[in-house]
C-alpha cells in the first residue's frame, strides 16, 4: 500500500452509510473507486460527488446480491479490468420477528450478509491470489459475536461471514493480501435510526478512519469503536446456562 | 418513513419541544411524505422556530448533502439541498471560486439559504441568495418533482425563494459561484462616532465597497447614541498581496467550542459595556489590513456552540429592516428601547440593503437592517421583542422570519404585503397545506 495512487477499490453496498463515509476516505487516500450497489440513481449521486470533492476516478456498477449469477459476472468483470481492493459493505438487518416465521426474509437476510458477499470473495479470491497485492476488507458485525434472540438471524449471518473471512485470512498470507473483518458496534446510519435501545452510537465517519486506519495496520479484527471489543468480550464471557435466560 | 422523537430548537435555543424527526439517506427518500405535516430543516441555523414542525415529521436533509456537478468556465454549481456552504468552500475555496451571496455562518445549507432567501454584507451590489440561484427542484406534497427556474415557473420560484420552506421539499440547486483571486479580504474601517456619522459614512459612495457593514455600541448613550465603526472590504486581489499572504493559504485554524452553557448573569451590561468599549477603541485603531476571508466572514464559526454565551433558558436575535428615508429615526428608536430594558448586546449589525429581493416573503427591502441579540431567556425577550417590533412597524420596516419567534399574525401581515400572492402560489404547490413550520402555524401563515 505504498503506492495508493490510480489503485481501484471496489465498494459492494456503496449507498450504505459505512460505505459512502469509507468510500470518501479512500477517495482523499487517492484511490479510485468503482461502487456497486442495486440503486443506479443514488450510487451516481455518491460517485459525482467524490469525484468534485476528491477529483479520483469512480465508477458505477449495478449489481444486486438477490442476484448471484449476475453479481458473479459484474465481479469478473470488476477483476478482469483491475482490482487493488474490495471493500464488502453491504448489510441487511431485516425484521427479526417477520424472519422467525418467514423463511423468505430470514434466507434474504443469510443471503445478503453473508451467502452473496462469501461467493462474490470465492470469486475474488483467486485474483487476489494471482496479484499478490492489494487488500480485502468485509464488515461484519458486533451481532455476530452471539446469538440474541432478539437479531440472531442478522447475527448468524454476520458470525459466519467472520468466520469466513478468517478462513480467507487464513488462505491468502502467503499471497500477502490482509484480510481486515470490521465489527462496528452501533453505527449512526439508516439501519439504526430510529430503532430502540441505541446507545453509543458512532458516526460513520468515525467509524471509516478507524477502518482505514487498521488497514493501514495490518490488523486483522477491527472493533470500532474501540470500546466495543470490551463489551462484546463481557457479553461473550457470560455463562450459556444465565445468557439464555436474558432477555437481550 | 422511520422517524424518532427528539429535543429540538433553533440555534437561538427557544423555544425548545420534542419532535419526529426523519433522516433519509437518499435522494429518493427525500421527499414530504403527502398525508401528513412535514417541514424540511437543514443545519437548524435559523434562530426562533422556523425550523421545528410540533404535530408533524421534522426531515432533516444532513445526509442528502451531494455535490452533482460544477462547470468551471461558468461557476455553475448543482448540488443536493443539504449541502453546506461550508462544504462548498472546503472544495472550491481552494480552486478559486466563493460564494455570491453568504450569511454569517458557513453551517448552513443550500436549501437553508433559498428558504430564508440569506443575503450577505455585499446585498447593496448583489442583491440576496435567491439571486444567483439559477434552478432549484421542488418536491411538492403532491408528489411532484419541479425543475424550477425564474424562467419557467416564476410564481413557484419566487415563492420558494424566502418561503421558510413552506412551498416543499427543496431538493437541489443550482448556484452561480464567484471567481475570486484569493482568499483574502482587503479591509478598511472607518470610525463614526455616533449614530448620524455613521449613517454619513455608509451613505457616502466614496467610501463604499463591495462588502460593507458596521458594528454599533448600543450601550453608548447621549451625543455619543449608536457609535459604531463601519467596515468595508472586497476579495484582494492576488498582486496586492505581501509575502506572507498567500493567495489560497488556509486561515490558522483554531476551532474552540463553548464546552457549556455560560451562567445567566456572567454578560450583565457592565461586561458588555466594558467589551464594547475595549472593542470600539481596538477597531477603531485599525485603518487598512489584510484578513482571511474566512475570519472576515464568519467570525464567530470558530467558536463551536457559540449559542451556549446566553445560558440556557435561550435567546432571540431580532433583525429588522427600516426604509431608507425612515432609517435613521427607526434605528434610534430601536436602540432606545434597547437601552430602556438596558439590555445589554454583544452584536448590533447595522448593514445596508439595496434593492429587496424578488421573492413574495423575502426579507430585505432597500434600507438599513439592524441585527441584535436579546441575551434574556425566551419569553421575556418576546416581551422586549414586541416593543421593537411596534417601532419596526411604525416606521414602515420587516422582521426577518429566519430569526423570528415572537411576532405575531397581524404584524407579519403588515410587514409582508405580498403574503396574500403568496398564498395563492402556496395553495397551489400544497393545497392541503402539508408543509408546515411551528413559526408558520405562530403566523396563521396559510390563512388570509
Known sequence: MSEPKLQRVLVIGATSGIARALSAVLAEAGYGLMLAGRDAGELERIAQDLRLRHAVDVETVNMDLDEPRHSLLVIDTCAQGGLYGVVIAAGYLGEQARANTDESEMLRVLNINYAAPAAMLNRLARHFEQTGEGFIIGVGSVAGDRGRQSNYHYGAAKGALALYLQGLRNRLQPAGVPVLTVKPGFVDTAMTWGLPGMFLVASPEDVARGIYRALRRRRNVVYLPWFWRWIMLIIRSVPEFVFKRLKL | ?448
Open chain 2, 1 to 448: 418513513m422511520q422517524t424518532k422523537r427528539i429535543e429540538l430548537s433553533g440555534w437561538g435555543r427557544f423555544p425548545s419541544t420534542r419532535q419526529e424527526v426523519a433522516r433519509p439517506e437518499r435522494y429518493a427518500g427525500l421527499r414530504p411524505a403527502g398525508n401528513m405535516f412535514n417541514l424540511g430543516r437543514g443545519m437548524g441555523r435559523s434562530y426562533g422556530d422556523a425550523a421545528l414542525c410540533n404535530d408533524g415529521v421534522v426531515i432533516l436533509t444532513e445526509r442528502v448533502n451531494r455535490l452533482l456537478d460544477f462547470d468551471a468556465e461558468t461557476g455553475l454549481l448543482h448540488a443536493e439541498a443539504g449541502v453546506t456552504l461550508e462544504d462548498i468552500l472546503r472544495v472550491f475555496l481552494p480552486r478559486g471560486w466563493f460564494l455570491p451571496v453568504t450569511p454569517g455562518t458557513r453551517y448552513v445549507t443550500l436549501g437553508g439559504c433559498l428558504a430564508s432567501d440569506v443575503h450577505g454584507k455585499n446585498h447593496h451590489h448583489a442583491g440576496s441568495f435567491s439571486n444567483h440561484v439559477e434552478a432549484f427542484e421542488l418536491l411538492t406534497t403532491t408528489g411532484e418533482r419541479l425543475h424550477v427556474t425564474p424562467e419557467n415557473n416564476p410564481e413557484a420560484f419566487w415563492a420558494t425563494a424566502g418561503g421558510m420552506g413552506l412551498t416543499g421539499m427543496i431538493g437541489e440547486i443550482w448556484l452561480k459561484l464567484q471567481r475570486i483571486e484569493s482568499a483574502w479580504m482587503q479591509v478598511r474601517h472607518y470610525t463614526g462616532e455616533n449614530l448620524d456619522a455613521l449613517f454619513g459614512l455608509m451613505a457616502d459612495d466614496t467610501l463604499d465597497d463591495d462588502y460593507s457593514v458596521a458594528w454599533i455600541d448600543c450601550l453608548a448613550r447621549g451625543d455619543q447614541m449608536g457609535r459604531g465603526v463601519l467596515m468595508t472590504a472586497h476579495h484582494a486581489a492576488a498582486w496586492s498581496l505581501d509575502k506572507k499572504h498567500k493567495p489560497f493559504a488556509q486561515p490558522g485554524r483554531v476551532q474552540r467550542a463553548l464546552p457549556f452553557d455560560l451562567p445567566g448573569g456572567l454578560l450583565n451590561r457592565l461586561s458588555v459595556s466594558a467589551f464594547n468599549a475595549i472593542y470600539y477603541r481596538r477597531q477603531a485603531r485599525r485603518d487598512e489590513y489584510h484578513d482571511h476571508l474566512l475570519h472576515y466572514f464568519y467570525p464567530l464559526d470558530s467558536i463551536g456552540h457559540w449559542n451556549r454565551m446566553y445560558g440556557r433558558r435561550g435567546f432571540i436575535q431580532h433583525q429588522c429592516v427600516i426604509p431608507e428615508d425612515n432609517a435613521l429615526d427607526g434605528i434610534k428608536a430601536l436602540l432606545s428601547v434597547l437601552q430602556h430594558y438596558g439590555l445589554a448586546s454583544f452584536l448590533a449589525v447595522l448593514k445596508r440593503f439595496g434593492a429587496g429581493g424578488s421573492g413574495h416573503l423575502s426579507f430585505p427591502m432597500p434600507g438599513y437592517t439592524l441585527a441584535v441579540d436579546l441575551p434574556i431567556s425566551g419569553d421575556a425577550a418576546c416581551r422586549v421583542a414586541a416593543d421593537l417590533n411596534a417601532v419596526v412597524l411604525e416606521h414602515g420596516g420587516r422582521v426577518y422570519l429566519a430569526k423570528d419567534a415572537c411576532l405575531a399574525p397581524d404584524e407579519f401581515r403588515a410587514m409582508y404585503p405580498r403574503y396574500p400572492e403568496w398564498l395563492d402560489i402556496k395553495r397551489q404547490l400544497d393545497p392541503d397545506g402539508y408543509m408546515r413550520s411551528d413559526l408558520g402555524v405562530r403566523l396563521r401563515i396559510g390563512e388570509p
